[in-house]
Nanobody, 117 residues
């Protein structure tokens, strides 16, 4: 089971760090993606990290502001979000699979991020 946490309310320009923790399985065997969904919008891929942590991918909308990382000893993946904008407001989800992209299967519960202007 995956669980995202760390969301909250922050002012524009602020920072948050999201965590994605796994229970019942070893996260190190999987690639982990972060997705987000804002009200009335389609779900959007934000970032993805390989199982080793050496390969990282970001959506253009977050490049230079968000950083994905993982600590396999803690069975956790992180998303550091800096210089947040109101358009980053969404529910953020983490997902695991053996690839990054559409169709990733093992979804966790999301965490709400709200950025006020």
């Amino acid at each position: 089971q995956l669980q995202a946490s760390g969301g909250g309310l922050v002012q524009a320009g602020g920072s948050l760090r999201l965590s994605c923790a796994a229970s019942g399985f070893a996260l190190e065997n999987y690639l982990i993606g972060w997705y987000r969904q804002a009200p009335g919008k389609e779900r959007e891929g934000v970032s993805c990290i390989s199982s080793s942590g050496h390969s990282l991918d970001y959506a253009d909308s977050v490049k230079g502001r968000f950083t994905i990382s993982r600590d396999n000893t803690k069975n956790t993946v992180y998303l550091q979000m800096n210089t947040l904008k109101p358009e980053d407001t969404a529910v953020y989800y983490c997902v695991a699979d053996n690839f990054c992209g559409k169709g990733m299967k093992y979804w966790g519960k999301g965490t709400q991020v709200t950025v006020s202007s």
